[in-house]
């Protein structure tokens, strides 16, 4: 959120009995002190209970809010924050929690409203003109927004810090011209200052000037060589210049800095800030089943045994509450058991290249072309796709590497993403033979993006969407003895494609509209087998199918995806 929030100063409203204003006030310093005590949901159900006591006061109306949004619930604080402001429109706190709410729901045009009615009471506020100014541009209300920028402009000319901010709010907006023209003038005032030569590097990036970029990009890694930002915006530089292996070796070199093991004495220090405690009950069940099998692996991983029993006594401690698929905030104590390793690198199991390739040699390559060409919009089933060496490398890869960082998924599966370090020279050759064995498919096409997702077993998989590129490949590698229904599994394929002028990021974040788009449609269903790969058009909708696995961690249903070419 753009400023910091605390109790407000809101006044309150109308009081209903049996509560009187100072002690509905004395609640709600009651429940803030659970908020920051991490007992954040304890306080939401204390604020929750207050405001139906007292329906009227504004002040609980306003602390409900603030809550329900940091507890990532925007759509239940919208009410309760517009209440506040309604009642006083110029109140710093509930203004900047609004917007940032309406930010979250893509509300722009209800954003502008809000500043613009909170500058008429605040005109001066630069803080509130670059939030009009963002929300306009957010709103693709693009004139309005150069006005107000060409209005501040005078004011703030001799500012590097407010012409970073201009340069952020247009780079941020995909005016990437704009963008590099601020950051330049920010640096002609501050000419060493590393965030506006790092943005600079992002915009040349997204403006396609690459070698300018590379340029910037390798000056700026010989002063701050560990820059987890810069790691990761240099390795994506590459990756979109087909060097897979400098991408990868970057992307893992900033893995290795983010993700490392915290120290003992960094635990207590890191879990101060709620950010680093926020998980799912399904990654923190994923978590200790796969510290108790490296463990039975023999994978020496230090304190394994106190960090497993940390992890049992969080989950026993967490299922008494209501908090499935959700993603929640462990308190200090809690964290202070687990934070060790919980979303960071245990351990990184090596896979190399193979001699004599990753794909099995047998497949007639040419007819696997030729199916895909035939089947209208372009899908092709193929099975025993690697060879047994492989499969058994990238299965013990993902069984041991702790690389399963992406938690928030709350259906039940975790992901490992490529810029979060997923990735290995096996990984690399894979996407390199599949590239020399169907040049006219895939062939033309680098690899866009590639990542891994692991189920729990008593959960959902992913719901309908799209993939922004030009060949999805989607391949399973855990045995069919864990799987408890050949019949599903695996993955469904509608042979219509998404509209081309769709925007990706909104509708894949509603599903319910593609599965209405696609509901009479004809769909491929393939069910899972382990070592299947489905090669298909990346703008066809498809979503994963029911499942149904073994118990177990090694019994996790698990797919690897790899996106080619660009939309």
Not at 55 to 71: F, K, Q, T
Not at 192 to 218: C, F, I, P, S, V
Not at 468 to 491: E, H, K, Q, R, Y
């Given at each position: 959120m753009p400023w910091p929030w605390r109790l407000a100063t809101v006044p309150a409203g109308r009081v209903s009995d049996p509560m009187s204003a100072t002690n509905t006030r004395q609640a709600l310093e009651d429940a803030m002190r659970l908020h920051r005590a991490g007992q954040r949901e304890a306080a939401l159900t204390r604020v929750r209970e207050l405001q139906a006591i007292a329906p009227a006061d504004i002040s609980v109306r306003y602390v409900l809010g603030a809550l329900e949004a940091d507890a990532g619930r925007p759509q239940a604080a919208v009410g309760h924050l517009e209440a506040a402001v309604d009642v006083q429109p110029g109140h710093d706190q509930a203004v900047v929690l609004l917007g940032a709410v309406y930010r979250t729901l893509a509300r722009f045009h209800d954003a502008v409203r809000l500043w613009r009615r909170y500058l008429d009471l605040h005109g001066g506020d630069m803080r509130a003109r670059f939030s009009l100014i963002e929300a306009l541009l957010s709103a693709g209300h693009r004139a309005d927004a150069d006005r107000e920028v060409a209005a501040v402009l005078p004011t703030v000319s001799a500012d590097p810090d407010a012409l970073l901010g201009i340069g952020i709010l247009y780079h941020s907006s995909g005016r990437h011209d704009l963008a590099i023209d601020y950051y330049r003038r920010s640096l002609s005032l501050r000419p060493g200052h590393l965030e506006t030569r790092q943005n600079l590097a992002a915009a040349l990036q997204a403006g396609g000037d690459l070698d300018?970029?590379?340029?910037?990009?390798?000056?700026?890694?010989?002063?701050?060589?560990?820059?987890?930002?810069?790691?990761?915006?240099?390795?994506?530089?590459?990756?979109?210049?087909?060097?897979?292996?400098?991408?990868?070796?970057?992307?893992?070199?900033?893995?290795?800095?983010?993700?490392?093991?915290?120290?003992?004495?960094?635990?207590?220090?890191?879990?101060?800030?709620?950010?680093?405690?926020?998980?799912?009950?399904?990654?923190?069940?994923?978590?200790?089943?796969?510290?108790?099998?490296?463990?039975?692996?023999?994978?020496?991983?230090?304190?394994?045994?106190?960090?497993?029993?940390?992890?049992?006594?969080?989950?026993?401690?967490?299922?008494?509450?209501?908090?499935?698929?959700?993603?929640?905030?462990?308190?200090?104590?809690?964290?202070?058991?687990?934070?060790?390793?919980?979303?960071?690198?245990?351990?990184?199991?090596?896979?190399?290249?193979?001699?004599?390739?990753?794909?099995?040699?047998?497949?007639?390559?040419?007819?696997?072309?030729?199916?895909?060409?035939?089947?209208?919009?372009?899908?092709?089933?193929?099975?025993?796709?690697?060879?047994?060496?492989?499969?058994?490398?990238?299965?013990?890869?993902?069984?041991?590497?702790?690389?399963?960082?992406?938690?928030?998924?709350?259906?039940?599966?975790?992901?490992?993403?490529?810029?979060?370090?997923?990735?290995?020279?096996?990984?690399?050759?894979?996407?390199?033979?599949?590239?020399?064995?169907?040049?006219?498919?895939?062939?033309?096409?680098?690899?866009?993006?590639?990542?891994?997702?692991?189920?729990?077993?008593?959960?959902?998989?992913?719901?309908?969407?799209?993939?922004?590129?030009?060949?999805?490949?989607?391949?399973?590698?855990?045995?069919?003895?864990?799987?408890?229904?050949?019949?599903?599994?695996?993955?469904?394929?509608?042979?219509?494609?998404?509209?081309?002028?769709?925007?990706?990021?909104?509708?894949?974040?509603?599903?319910?509209?593609?599965?209405?788009?696609?509901?009479?449609?004809?769909?491929?269903?393939?069910?899972?087998?382990?070592?299947?790969?489905?090669?298909?058009?990346?703008?066809?909708?498809?979503?994963?199918?029911?499942?149904?696995?073994?118990p177990g961690f090694t019994n996790r249903r698990i797919n690897i995806t790899m996106l080619f070419g660009d939309r």
């Amino acid at each position: 959120m753009p400023w910091p929030w605390r109790l407000a100063t809101v006044p309150a409203g109308r009081v209903s009995d049996p509560m009187s204003a100072t002690n509905t006030r004395q609640a709600l310093e009651d429940a803030m002190r659970l908020h920051r005590a991490g007992q954040r949901e304890a306080a939401l159900t204390r604020v929750r209970e207050l405001q139906a006591i007292a329906p009227a006061d504004i002040s609980v109306r306003y602390v409900l809010g603030a809550l329900e949004a940091d507890a990532g619930r925007p759509q239940a604080a919208v009410g309760h924050l517009e209440a506040a402001v309604d009642v006083q429109p110029g109140h710093d706190q509930a203004v900047v929690l609004l917007g940032a709410v309406y930010r979250t729901l893509a509300r722009f045009h209800d954003a502008v409203r809000l500043w613009r009615r909170y500058l008429d009471l605040h005109g001066g506020d630069m803080r509130a003109r670059f939030s009009l100014i963002e929300a306009l541009l957010s709103a693709g209300h693009r004139a309005d927004a150069d006005r107000e920028v060409a209005a501040v402009l005078p004011t703030v000319s001799a500012d590097p810090d407010a012409l970073l901010g201009i340069g952020i709010l247009y780079h941020s907006s995909g005016r990437h011209d704009l963008a590099i023209d601020y950051y330049r003038r920010s640096l002609s005032l501050r000419p060493g200052h590393l965030e506006t030569r790092q943005n600079l590097a992002a915009a040349l990036q997204a403006g396609g000037d690459l070698d300018a970029a590379e340029t910037l990009y390798r000056e700026l890694l010989v002063s701050v060589p560990d820059n987890v930002d810069l790691l990761r915006n240099f390795a994506t530089l590459c990756k979109d210049r087909d060097d897979l292996a400098t991408a990868i070796d970057h992307y893992g070199h900033a893995m290795r800095i983010s993700r490392r093991r915290l120290r003992s004495d960094e635990i207590a220090r890191t879990g101060r800030d709620p950010a680093y405690r926020r998980t799912t009950l399904h990654s923190l069940r994923l978590e200790l089943e796969q510290l108790v099998h490296l463990r039975d692996e023999g994978v020496p991983i230090e304190d394994v045994d106190r960090l497993i029993d940390g992890y049992r006594r969080v989950l026993e401690e967490l299922a008494a509450r209501s908090v499935e698929g959700q993603r929640i905030v462990l308190d200090e104590t809690q964290f202070a058991r687990i934070g060790a390793v919980m979303q960071r690198l245990a351990y990184l199991e090596p896979t190399a290249p193979l001699e004599g390739g990753a794909l099995n040699p047998d497949l007639d390559y040419a007819a696997i072309q030729q199916a895909y060409r035939d089947s209208g919009p372009g899908i092709v089933i193929v099975d025993e796709f690697l060879r047994n060496e492989a499969l058994v490398a990238l299965r013990r890869y993902l069984h041991l590497s702790t690389i399963w960082f992406g938690y928030g998924r709350v259906r039940g599966y975790c992901g490992s993403y490529m810029e979060d370090g997923f990735g290995n020279g096996l990984l690399l050759q894979l996407a390199a033979d599949m590239r020399e064995k169907l040049p006219d498919i895939v062939g033309p096409h680098h690899l866009n993006q590639m990542w891994a997702y692991i189920y729990d077993q008593t959960m959902a998989g992913i719901t309908a969407h799209a993939d922004p590129a030009a060949v999805n490949l989607n391949f399973w590698i855990t045995p069919d003895a864990a799987n408890l229904d050949a019949n599903s599994g695996g993955l469904v394929v509608s042979r219509r494609e998404a509209p081309r002028e769709w925007d990706f990021e909104a509708y894949n974040n509603r599903p319910e509209i593609l599965e209405e788009f696609v509901a009479d449609d004809d769909r491929c269903v393939t069910p899972y087998r382990c070592n299947r790969m489905v090669m298909f058009n990346s703008n066809l909708v498809h979503k994963t199918d029911a499942f149904s696995f073994r118990p177990g961690f090694t019994n996790r249903r698990i797919n690897i995806t790899m996106l080619f070419g660009d939309r």
